[in-house]
C-alpha cells in the first residue's frame, strides 16, 4: 500500500488578501468554499488568521477550529507532530497575506506532504510578487525574487549593484522587499547606486485602495519630489 493511499487527506493552500476588505474583489468563491469545509488550519500566526476567517462571514464558529503555528522559526521535525495533531484531517494553509509557499514558511508544511505522498492543492489567489512583476513592464520571461535585502547598509549597497549586475548580464527582472518601515532609506539607497538609465519599479499596498505602482529610470525617481513609502507593503523591481 503506497503511502498516498494510507494519506487521504488533502493539503490546500489557501490565498488570503493583501489589503483589508478586498475579499469580495480578489478571493474566488472555489478558495472561500475551501475555507469554509476546513476545520484545520497551519498559520502564521493565529490571532490574525481568525480574524481573517471571521471577516469572510462563513459562518463558521471560530472556537471549533484547530490553529497550529507554522512560521520561521518552526522547525521541519516539528511539522510531523503537527500534522499528527489534525488527526487524518483535510488541513489549510493561510498566509499572513498572499499566497502560501511564496516567500512563506508554509513551503515547510508543503515539502513535509510531498515526502508523505500527501495531495497538495493550491488555489488560486493573490500574489504581490506576481502582481507587482505584471504591472511593471519588466522581462516576465526571465525574473529572481530575493526576499529581504541586507540590513547593513554597507552590505546592502553591495547587494543592489549585484542585482544590478545580474539585471544587465542575464536580462533578468530582480524583485526584492524590506521591512516597511525600512522602505524609503532602500529607496534612498537605489537611487544612489544604480544606473541613471536603470528601471526601477515600486509596487505598493498592491489591491488597496491606495495602490500605488509606477516604472520609471533611476535618473526619473530622482527628480519626483515627496516620495513617501514608509509603512507601506512594497515591492522593489529592477528592469532593462
Not at 18 to 29: F, G
Not at 190 to 209: F, G, I, K, Q, R
Request: aromatic content about 8%; charged content about 30%.
Amino acid at each position: 500500500m503506497s503511502e498516498q493511499t494510507k494519506n487521504k487527506i488533502t493539503l490546500f493552500l489557501l490565498p488570503t488578501v493583501l489589503a483589508p476588505k478586498t475579499e469580495k474583489e480578489v478571493l474566488a468563491p472555489h478558495v472561500l468554499e475551501t475555507i469554509k469545509e476546513l476545520d484545520c488550519f497551519l498559520v502564521e500566526n493565529i490571532r490574525s488568521a481568525r480574524r481573517f476567517i471571521s471577516s469572510l462571514r462563513l459562518g463558521k464558529v471560530i472556537e471549533d477550529l484547530q490553529f497550529e503555528v507554522v512560521d520561521k522559526k518552526t522547525k521541519p521535525e516539528v511539522i510531523d507532530k503537527i500534522f499528527k495533531k489534525f488527526k487524518g484531517k483535510d488541513i489549510g494553509v493561510l498566509s499572513e497575506a498572499g499566497c502560501p509557499g511564496v516567500a512563506d514558511p508554509g513551503a515547510l508544511a508543503v515539502a513535509y506532504a510531498h515526502r508523505k505522498e500527501i495531495k497538495v492543492v493550491p488555489l488560486v489567489g493573490p500574489s504581490s510578487i506576481l502582481l507587482s512583476l505584471m504591472a511593471s513592464g519588466m522581462n516576465g520571461q526571465s525574473f529572481a525574487f530575493h526576499g529581504y535585502l541586507p540590513i547593513d547598509k554597507k552590505d546592502r549597497v553591495l547587494k543592489i549593484k549585484e542585482l544590478e549586475k545580474n539585471l544587465y548580464h542575464k536580462n533578468q527582472t530582480q524583485l526584492f522587499i524590506e521591512t516597511p518601515f525600512r522602505n524609503n532609506q532602500l529607496l534612498k539607497d537605489l537611487l544612489e547606486n544604480c544606473h541613471n538609465n536603470t528601471l526601477l519599479c515600486v509596487a505598493c499596498d498592491v489591491t488597496s485602495e491606495d495602490e500605488f505602482i509606477e516604472t520609471r529610470p533611476v535618473h526619473e525617481w530622482k527628480q519626483k519630489k515627496g516620495l513617501d513609502f514608509h509603512k507601506r507593503p512594497t515591492i522593489f523591481l529592477l528592469g532593462n
